[in-house]
């Protein structure tokens, strides 16, 4: 397909605003525009956290696909000015700088070894901080906020349309939302453009004196600064949608912008029913898993399988899954001698992004034998970074014989009343560095990475 055939297909996402899948037509196809809300940086991305870094990655792929690589500006921030960035730096004695600054390249390596490609451009709210100051002057100007205390506020009864992107009143929202009761404020609901900084706390001269910007500001300014008055696409978890969402459109539409035209979230990634997160503790980080060997992409793989508007969750079982079959995949992939993604590959992404069906689609083209579709599916799927990566190259270790070898033993042993032989086995196992797992379901042997078979050799 020529660009301005491919220009022509349909892209449709759902719009949270209007709860609709809707036809994606940009303000100017020459240049599509998308931000998306970044980390605050004082930890360790959580898995969670990569989800929506995924999700919009594949949304920024397949828009560089439809209108050309140098017609799409993808914009994601880092807020670096923040209280728990505050708190960390006081709890580590280290600084605040020191502390954003190595975390800011920890979340940039762990992205790009999920496969995301960075974005156009990656915002610091601390050097947007002119610009917010800007901003919040202007909408006090207009009526829209007023200082107290040191505080500058938002009046949200004064924006009428709060509450439309979530479809909710905002009594509704009060009644739900943990809203700050403060003497300063005018209605519980008002929150924060600016507060007072302290000596100890980061803070810029302001007409309200020496202050820092509240969260919701920075996305704002930020987004106009780079994007314009109006883009196209707003993007961002579902936990965000209110207040942090509902907030921004507020100051933005108050302050005379148009804004995002879709808004899109991922929902969430989740353990046990619950949303994995920094708060709940519930959470292990991206580089956990690096570091216990599960190769990026397949945690990749394993985030495309369910459909970005549906909770999920990771288990080991679909982790082995996506290994077993990337692995497969690469062999096939690589032989091939071009890489072209097939029209239905696209319109598979195109529909609000059914990553979900592409990865059937690449099960098909792997069984027909279609090396190059399948090649140029996983590159669009950002899937197929190296050829063959080293991982996928070595093959995997089939212990199935001494699992079944443990398990008849364990079964002939409950009969018998006699464990020895089991407990010899197992001794001989962990040994050498195998971990054994026994349950009703069976036994499982997890070798080692690097694991050489040859040092079974006589010790069974
Ligand atoms: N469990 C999750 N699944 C999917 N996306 C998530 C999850 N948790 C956070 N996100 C997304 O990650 C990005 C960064 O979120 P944030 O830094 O607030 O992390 P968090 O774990 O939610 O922190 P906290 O628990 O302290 O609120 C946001 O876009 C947010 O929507
Ligand atoms: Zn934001």
Redesign the pocket.
């Known amino acids: 397909m020529t660009r301005d055939e491919t220009r022509d297909l349909t892209i449709k996402l759902h719009n949270t605003a209007t709860r609709r899948k809707e036809v994606f037509t940009p303000i100017d196809p020459d240049n599509v525009r998308m931000y998306v809300?970044g980390?605050?940086v004082y930890d360790r991305a959580?898995l969670?956290?990569a989800?929506?870094v995924i999700v919009f990655d594949v949304l920024y792929r397949l828009l560089r696909h439809v209108y050309g690589p140098q017609h799409v500006t993808y914009v994601r921030n880092f807020t670096d000015v923040d209280d728990k960035i505050n708190a960390r730096a006081a709890e580590s004695g280290r600084s605040i700088g020191e502390i954003t600054a190595e975390t800011t390249q920890w979340y940039l390596d762990d992205m790009a070894a999920v496969g995301a490609l960075e974005p156009d451009h990656m915002p610091r709210a601390t050097q947007y901080v002119p610009q917010m100051v800007a901003m919040i002057r202007g909408l006090i100007e207009d009526g829209y906020a007023y200082e107290a205390e040191g505080h500058v506020l938002f009046r949200v009864r004064k924006y009428t349309e709060y509450g439309a992107l979530s479809g909710r009143s905002v009594d509704d929202m009060i009644a739900g939302a943990r809203v700050e009761v403060a003497p300063y404020k005018e209605d519980p609901m008002d929150f924060v453009l600016w507060k007072p900084s302290d000596e100890g706390t980061p803070g810029w001269e302001s007409p309200w004196g020496q202050g820092r910007p509240g969260w919701h500001i920075e996305c704002s300014a930020m987004a106009h600064d780079l994007l314009g008055e109006r883009f196209d696409i707003h993007g961002?978890?579902i936990?965000?949608q209110f207040p942090h969402h509902e907030n921004e459109i507020a100051q933005s539409k108050c302050a005379g912008h148009g804004f995002a035209n879709y808004w899109l979230h991922?929902e969430?990634?989740?353990v046990e029913g619950k949303?994995?997160?920094?708060?709940?503790g519930n959470f292990f980080t991206v580089r956990d898993l690096l570091d216990q060997g599960v190769p990026g992409e397949v945690i990749r793989f394993v985030m495309l399988s369910t459909h970005y508007r549906k909770p999920m969750d990771w288990t080991e079982k679909k982790r082995d899954e996506a290994e077993k079959t990337l692995r497969k995949w690469y062999l096939q992939a690589a032989e091939a001698e071009n890489a072209t993604p097939s029209a239905d590959l696209v319109a598979l992404l195109a529909d609000d992004l059914n990553t979900h069906g592409a990865l059937t689609e690449c099960h098909r083209l792997s069984n027909a034998g279609d090396t190059a579709g399948l090649r140029g599916a996983l590159s669009l799927l950002g899937l197929m970074g190296e050829l063959i990566p080293e991982w996928a190259a070595v093959q995997a270790l089939d212990l199935t014989d001494v699992e079944a070898f443990l398990s008849d033993a364990r079964a002939t042993a409950m009969e018998t009343k006699d464990f020895a032989e089991v407990d010899r086995i197992k001794k001989a196992l962990t040994s050498v560095g195998i971990e054994v797992q026994m349950s009703k379901d069976g036994v499982k042997l997890t070798p080692p990475p690097g694991f050489d078979r040859s040092r079974l050799d006589g010790v069974l």
């Open positions: 809300c980390p605050t959580h969670g956290n989800r929506p961002g978890g936990d965000l991922n969430m990634l989740q949303k994995m997160s920094k708060s709940l």
